[in-house]
């Protein structure tokens, strides 16, 4: 079944009679980084006025890979249940190269984790998902048909023009995030530079319907024996949806390219038959750019708006998500008056080293996939050829590496004796406690951890944790017992094996403090 | 320094006969390909990371001169 596109109400806004007061937080776009913002701020006691310029989901085939960090965000918002029940869940990835499978991956080979490492699900049921939610919070005003036309900011406040099907009004903001999208028109407005490259290159992306058997397995080709010299990429959807990627060249006319006439008989070569209806042709370009800061005074940008990558490694929406984590808190608390709006400097230098990356990443992948010709596409041959022949060359062909949380390179109190995998800086590995999870118990407050022995007195809340395997292997070592200081975001800021209670309130301290 | 730069093959004369006789009959096409396969094996051997970069900064300064 296509999926049905149900319209959101659309209600007069009060700014249309009178002046509004002025709001804490406005929030334009309400794309998946956009209604999960307003989620978090919600969940941290701030309101945020949600605006968008349409009134449906995300039309199409968009994002459809979400990893394991995005859906504990997701369970903290509320839909994570509601995203594993319909989505496809998956960790095996195979690449072929021709007909040859050469490598593949399992993405979470060790258990003890709540959430898996990857679903697929459309990005439309995502935003349905949190759209729904946020209708139903008291806290935010979620208002579709409201598209932004303009924005002036001073040094206390921004004020944005908007238009509805009634007539345009204004809103005063202490704070306006734009989530925006890739084509952010906040960023146009204030004529800000979106450096970075675009790849020469074409790819169809095409959802089909189908009674199939296929696998719950990511599968790429590089070479593929159904389409000519390319690569190809096939996933599985909810409601027996597929996604394909082909990988079409530069000189590939766009409109030619989407025809039925053309897709369907590219189609019936990868899925080896004709009994399937075509859901939705794109062909898109792809590009790695961002922005030189995401906070531009009164203006913060997330999402797509600050960044965009390649497809390759889903690193676009589960990257945005993680703009929502580190921003979320901050925001809240600077907006509520707990914390100097100097704070998001910390916000900003750590999404642009996760941008950093995620392009990176991204880069390398569309790269290796669209090889210049000569030397650049020699090598790549080569290494698919080798990878047929020897295990290390396998790990070299890269046809994305999937969205991982970034580490930041935080400067904070750290002991090397305890597992690099909860080094301060990363996302709390989650681990059993009882019948349920660490991860449940994190991601409001500052608190800290205590496993082994006793937290000194603080003003913090304090979980002890109850030491199994999983978190013995995850949080200890060989260390009899340790001590985690882990942000509202479950990031750990800070570890010891001992500490006194001044160590720890200085730790807690640089969490509020800009870098 | 980290990579080898002293004489390490003990049969220098054979290893430079075998790998020219690797290249024997092979189109200037093939000929490359091998190379980059065995760029490839070789560099995996090495593993290290500073001495593929000493490597990589030798073979380029000596292609300048
Ligand atoms: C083919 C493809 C495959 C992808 N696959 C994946 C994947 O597997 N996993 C993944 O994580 N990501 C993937 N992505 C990326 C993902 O779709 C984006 O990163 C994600 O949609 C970004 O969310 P966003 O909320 O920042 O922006 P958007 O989803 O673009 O939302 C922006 C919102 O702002 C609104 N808006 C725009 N202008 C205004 C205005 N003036 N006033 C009010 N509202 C406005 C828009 O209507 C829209 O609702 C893929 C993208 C593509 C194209």
Request: charged fraction near 25%; hydrophobic fraction near 45%.
């Amino acid at each position: 079944m296509p999926y049905d596109y149900k319209p959101f109400p659309y209600h007069s806004p009060p700014g249309l009679d009178a002046a509004e007061p002025r709001h804490g937080v406005v929030i334009v776009g309400a794309g998946p980084v956009g209604l999960a913002l307003a989620l978090e701020l919600a969940r941290h006691d701030q309101p945020s006025v949600v605006l968008d310029d349409n009134d449906v989901v995300s039309v199409g085939s968009r994002a459809i890979c979400w990893s394991k960090r995005s859906l504990e965000i997701f369970d903290r918002l509320g839909i994570a249940e509601k995203a594993l029940a319909k989505g496809v869940t998956w960790q095996v990835g195979r690449t072929f190269h021709g007909d040859r499978e050469v490598f593949n991956f399992d993405l979470l080979p060790e258990a003890g984790h709540k959430m898996p490492a990857f679903i697929n699900l459309q990005q439309y049921y995502v935003e349905q998902f949190l759209a729904e939610v946020a209708l139903a919070h008291p806290l935010i005003d979620l208002r579709f048909k409201n598209r932004v036309t303009a924005v002036e900011q001073n040094a206390n406040r921004a004020i944005l023009d908007i238009e509805t099907p009634e007539g345009a009004y204004a809103l005063e903001a202490g704070y306006v995030v734009a989530c925006d999208g890739a084509r952010s028109p906040l960023r146009q407005m204030l004529h800000l530079d979106f450096a970075g490259e675009l790849f020469e290159e074409r790819f169809l992306i095409a959802d089909i319907e189908m009674q199939g058997d296929f696998p719950s397995e990511r599968h790429f080709w590089f070479e593929p024996p159904f389409h000519n010299g390319q690569s190809a990429l096939l996933h599985k959807q909810p409601d027996n949806i597929y996604r394909i990627d082909l990988q079409l060249g530069w000189e590939a006319d766009p409109e030619v390219e989407k025809q039925p006439e053309i897709v369907i008989p590219r189609i019936e070569k990868v899925v080896g038959h004709s009994d399937f209806r075509l859901d939705w042709v794109s062909v898109y370009t792809f590009q790695c750019r961002r922005l030189e800061s995401f906070v531009q005074g009164r203006v913060i940008f997330a999402g797509d708006s600050a960044h965009v990558v390649s497809p390759f490694g889903a690193r676009g929406g589960n990257s945005g998500l993680q703009d929502v984590d580190a921003l979320g808190w901050r925001l809240a608390a600077i907006a509520q008056g707990r914390a100097d709006a100097g704070l998001l400097a910390a916000y900003d230098a750590e999404r642009a080293f996760a941008a950093d990356e995620n392009i990176l990443n991204s880069s390398r992948a569309t790269r290796f996939m669209t090889p210049a010709d000569g030397v650049e596409r020699m090598f790549r041959d080569e290494v698919l050829n080798l990878a047929g022949h020897a295990d290390f060359a396998r790990p070299m062909a890269n046809s994305g590496r999937l969205s991982r949380p970034c580490s930041y390179p935080l400067d904070a109190p750290d002991d090397a004796a305890l597992p690099p995998v909860s080094r301060p800086g990363t996302v709390a590995p989650d681990a059993p406690q009882g019948n349920g999870w660490l991860i449940d118990a994190l991601g409001r407050e500052c608190l800290v951890m205590a496993i082994g022995g006793e937290a000194p007195d603080l003003g913090l809340p304090i979980l002890r944790a109850e030491v199994n395997d999983t978190l013995r292997a995850r949080y200890l070592g060989e260390a009899p017992c340790a001590l985690y200081l882990i942000r509202p975001d479950q990031v750990i800021a800070a570890r010891w094996q001992k500490a006194t209670t001044v160590q720890i309130e200085a730790a807690h301290q640089a969490i509020w403090t800009a870098p | 320094m980290t990579l080898i730069t002293h004489p390490n093959i003990t049969d220098a004369d054979g290893f430079y006969a075998r790998l020219l006789a690797a290249h024997q009959g092979l189109s200037e096409a093939e000929s490359q390909r091998l190379n980059a396969r065995l760029v490839l094996i070789l560099a995996n051997h090495v593993g290290d990371d500073a001495a593929l970069e000493e490597a990589l900064k030798l073979a380029k300064a000596a292609g300048q001169s």
